[in-house]
C-alpha cells in the first residue's frame, strides 16, 4: 500500500497568525511574570480554603523551569505555526499544550477570558492539523501488518486488572487505615491555643504534632478498640512508645507522655479534609 502523497506546505493564513499570537504573549506573560502570580492574601489561606483559580497559579509558579518550559514551548510553537515549512511542526508542538491548558482552565475554575482565549488557540492549533490529518492518521495506526492476537489480549487485561488491584491496595490498605480519631486536633492545654495534632487518614498510622515556630514531629500511632491510644517516636515503624492515652468521646482525648504526668488534651476542630 503506497503512503499517502505528502501535503504541500500552505502559506499561513488568519487562524494560523491569530494562534501564533495567542501562543507568543502568553509565552512572554510567564517569562516577564505577568501570570503565576498570587496575591498574599490568597497566600495566608489553609490550602483547604483556597479556590481552584489561586491554588492552580500557585502550583503553575512554584517552579520557574516548568513556567519556563511552557513558555518557552508556546514561543517556540508560535513562531514555527506562521512558518509555511513548519507550520505542523508548531501545531503539534502546541497541541499537548492547549490541550492541557483547557482542561486546567475548565477543571479548575479558571475565569472566562482565559477559556476564551484557550479555546481560540485550541481551534487555530486544530485547523493548522486538519489538512494532514489522514496522514497522521496513517503514520499513528497502520491499517495493515498488525494484529492483536489472543496472548497480547490477554496480557493487556492482566496489566490492566494488575495495576487496579496493586493501586487499590496502596490506596486502601498501605497509606489508608482509617480511625475513628481522623482530623485535626487543637492541644487546649496549650496556653497558645494554636498547637494542633493531625491524626492523619491519607497516611497509615502517622500522627503530625504541629507547635509554632518549630519542625513539625511525626510519629506512629495505634488505637485499639477499648479507645486506648499508643503514639510511638518513628513513623512507621514502632520503636520506643512516647504517649498513651484515651480517646474518651467523640471529639476528647486525653495523652500522657511516657514517663511524667505531662498531659495534653485534644478536642476535634475538622474531620479528614478539612
Known sequence: MSSPAATPPRTPGLLQWVGAVIAITYGFAKLNGSQFTV??????????????????????????????????????????????RFSLAGALLLLPVVVNILFIDFAYGIDTGGLFAAGVFALCVLATI??????????????????????????????????????????????????????TWAVTSDSTGD?????????????????????????????????????????????????????????????VREGTTDTLALIRLAPPGR
Open 39 to 84: 496575591l498574599d492574601s490568597e497566600l495566608a489561606r489553609p490550602m483547604g480554603d483556597v479556590q481552584g483559580f489561586w491554588l492552580t497559579w500557585y502550583w503553575l509558579g512554584w517552579s520557574a523551569a516548568y513556567g519556563g518550559l511552557i513558555a518557552a514551548t508556546q514561543v517556540l510553537g508560535g513562531v514555527l505555526l506562521v512558518l509555511p
Open 130 to 183: 486538519a489538512p494532514h490529518a489522514r496522514r497522521l492518521l496513517d503514520t499513528v495506526v497502520p491499517t495493515s501488518g498488525m494484529r492483536t492476537g489472543v496472548g497480547r489480549g490477554a496480557a493487556i487485561a492482566a496489566v490492566l486488572v494488575g495495576a487496579w488491584a496493586l493501586t487499590w491496595w496502596i490506596a486502601n490498605r498501605n497509606n489508608r487505615m482509617p480511625t475513628p480519631i481522623d482530623g
Open 195 to 255: 498547637a494542633r495534632v493531625f491524626f492523619e487518614r491519607n497516611r497509615a498510622r502517622m500522627v503530625v504534632f504541629r507547635n509554632p515556630g518549630v519542625p513539625d514531629a511525626r510519629h506512629d500511632f495505634e488505637l485499639d478498640s477499648t479507645g486506648t491510644i499508643r503514639i510511638w517516636q518513628t513513623w512507621p515503624k514502632r520503636d520506643t512508645l512516647i504517649m498513651q492515652g484515651l480517646h474518651t468521646g467523640e471529639d476528647a482525648i486525653i495523652l
